[in-house]
């Protein structure tokens, strides 16, 4: 079942003599469950694609399809609450709030769209990350793989219709790196998440289901 439909999708900055062409008529789809990676050197275009999938910027043209509704027909309040229930957003820098312990960090988004919080959601999830006895740790009292893990339960928590992981394991060293990819894939099966990953590492792309691969604005390769 296709969960995401991609068409024909540019985004220009600039005009004339200063146009830079980010994405050029970029198409594709990605089925419901399925783990995404896009490949590309720095300035390929692909972090321009992840932001323009989750909502995030605007396309020159083009269409983007979540569950079968046109998220840039939405006005801009309800393109917001798109963004907050059916987008789950993981960045290589974790982005937690430093006042808010790891078990209060995963639930932000919940409490921000006045939904009520499920305990025994949130106790799986902690298990899963393996995270239930850091589940009242500040953000500084944590690793960075670990800091990593609850921005990743963060992602998770909504039951959003993609995840878009904007390089994950960028700020990481080796072992966190393997582990946090292992986590994605784990969530992945377990949950049946779709995931869609920005990385320029081909190794860490490898354990996807498929690798879209993106060159100055083009969709060069998929395997």
Not at 97 to 126: F, G, M, Q, S
Not at 150 to 177: C, F, Q, W, Y
């Amino acid at each position: 079942m296709e969960i995401l439909k991609v068409e024909n999708l540019s985004k220009i900055y600039g005009d004339k003599n200063n146009k830079v062409v980010a994405l050029d008529n970029v198409s594709f789809s990605v089925n419901k469950g399925e783990f995404v990676a896009i490949v590309g050197a720095s300035g390929s275009g692909k972090s321009t694609l992840l932001h323009l999938l989750g909502g995030v910027d605007k396309p020159t043209s083009g269409t983007v399809y979540v569950d079968g509704k046109d998220i840039y027909k939405l006005n801009d309040d309800n393109l917001a609450i798109f963004r907050r229930r059916q987008v789950g957003l993981i960045y290589q820098f974790y982005n937690l709030i430093p006042i808010l312990n790891a078990e209060e960090n995963i639930t932000l988004p919940l409490e921000l769209d006045n939904r009520k919080v499920n305990k025994k959601d949130v106790d799986e999830l902690l298990e899963v990350l393996g995270m239930e006895k850091r589940r009242k740790h500040l953000p500084n009292e944590l690793s960075g793989g670990q800091q990593q893990r609850i921005s990743i339960g963060r992602a998770l928590i909504t039951k959003p219709a993609i995840v878009l992981a904007d390089e994950p394991t960028g700020n990481l060293d080796s072992k966190s790196s393997d582990e946090i990819i292992s986590l994605l894939r784990k969530a992945n099966k377990q949950y049946k998440q779709t995931i869609i990953m920005i990385t320029h590492n081909m190794e860490i792309a490898k354990i996807a289901d498929r690798i879209i691969e993106i060159e100055d604005g083009h969709i060069v390769r998929e395997d």
